[in-house]
């Protein structure tokens, strides 16, 4: 646009000093022809499309025209557009110049802003009321309409509206009392296929291969369940809710007997699996360092591994989600001196003939 103008405001300065060295006679006779090609145009042109840039033009031209000259001329437009024309480039102006003088009350200061954002994400049924007086027992005087405001503004809706338990909340508050269990199947090198069911514990990590079969039946599964109830009673464990899928192997008795240790039975919705989460991510892991790397035999050979790779699992592989411990062996060893150390001797175990590789200090 300002390129435009200029171009245009140039070519009208140059065509001015033409005007200069031009005679009163020629001139009348250049307004005359002009004139007439302009009533030509009207009959054709009903009505013209001006820019932005033209508009600026011809407001500028002819605002200081008086307005007895201005009824006489000839015009694609009315004076009275011209002159509307020319009141709102007075009008942007004065615009833009109070725009930098901001009225009204000042900001609310950025950090409690911030505060008001967080104390609403992370209670969700607390409304500005509630969240207002939050403030106020930590000392920051602010009005409860400005709370309100700080939460309009950002799109969050009333307390009413997000007073909902979504499912990873469920699970962070829950970790400590959650299972998950499934299956997953394993093909041998003479193609028969093998189904294996696993738990894990959210909060530990703590993985539990609960058998191998080649037909899991509703009755193989619930004896699973019962083996599954009293190693955790052994392990004094306190699970309250056992995520699993909705498959047609986990029968009513199986849940029963869950049940009857306390535990709830959570189903997974149909074909999410990021519900099991944890679950799904350990048979990834499973696959990724044991089974895709192993020639599995039989079922004999597959129980054996899945044995070995849940020992290597629970007792020394390290989990992001443990600050890099194990489940059964956490981080309690002191930091090691590198600057006293010239060499360290540590050696390595290998399991499954070197598949799952441990490496440990020399006592």
């Known amino acids: 646009m300002l ?7 140039v070519t009208t300065v140059f065509s001015f000093l033409r ?3 031009t005679g009163d006679r020629a001139k009348d006779i250049e307004i005359l022809v002009l004139r007439h090609q302009l009533t030509v145009l009207q009959r054709k042109v009903t009505k013209p499309a001006f820019t932005r840039e033209d508009r600026f033009l011809l407001a500028g031209l002819l605002h200081r025209l008086p307005m007895g000259t201005l009824r006489y001329l000839i015009l694609l437009v009315r004076p009275d557009t011209i002159l509307r024309w020319h009141r709102d480039l007075l009008r942007r102006r004065h615009a833009a110049a109070s725009a930098h003088r901001r009225r009204g009350r000042p900001r609310t200061v950025r950090s409690i802003r911030v505060l008001v954002l967080r104390l609403a994400r992370e209670n969700s049924s607390w409304g500005y009321r509630r969240i207002h007086g939050e403030l106020a027992a930590l000392g920051i005087k602010v009005a409860a309409s400005t709370v309100w ?28 009392a959650l299972l998950a269990c499934d299956f997953f199947e394993v093909r041998t090198l003479t193609g028969v296929r093998l189904y294996v069911l696993a738990v894990i514990e959210h909060v530990t990590r703590r993985v539990r291969i609960l058998g191998v079969t080649a037909h899991p039946t509703g009755q193989w599964v619930t004896q699973l369940g019962r083996n599954l109830v009293m190693d955790l009673q052994d392990a004094g464990g306190s699970a309250k809710f056992l995520i699993r899928d909705r498959d047609a192997k986990f029968t009513a008795a199986f849940d029963a007997v869950l049940a009857g240790a ?6 997974s919705g149909v074909r999410m699996p990021r519900m099991n989460s944890i679950m799904e991510r350990w048979i990834q892991t499973c696959r990724r360092e044991l089974l ?8 004999r050979h597959l129980l054996y591994a899945l044995r070995e790779f849940e020992t290597f699992y629970n007792e020394h592989r390290p989990h992001r989600a443990l600050q890099q411990a194990a489940p059964l062996r ?7 001196d590198l600057v006293s150390i010239t060499s360290f001797d540590v050696r390595r175990h290998d399991r499954l003939g070197g598949v799952l590789k441990e490496y440990r200090h020399v006592a």
């Open 330 to 336: 956490p981080l309690s060893d002191p930091h090691i």
């Open 292 to 299: 895709d790397r192993t020639l599995i035999w039989n079922q």
């Open 19 to 21: 005007l200069l060295s």
């Open 3 to 9: 390129l435009r103008l200029a171009y245009l405001m």
């Open 262 to 267: 306390g535990v709830r039975i959570i189903k």
């Open 149 to 176: 405001e700080i939460l309009k503004a950002h799109g969050i809706d009333p307390s009413p509206e997000r007073e909902h338990t979504a499912w990873s909340d469920f699970l962070r508050s829950q970790a400590n």
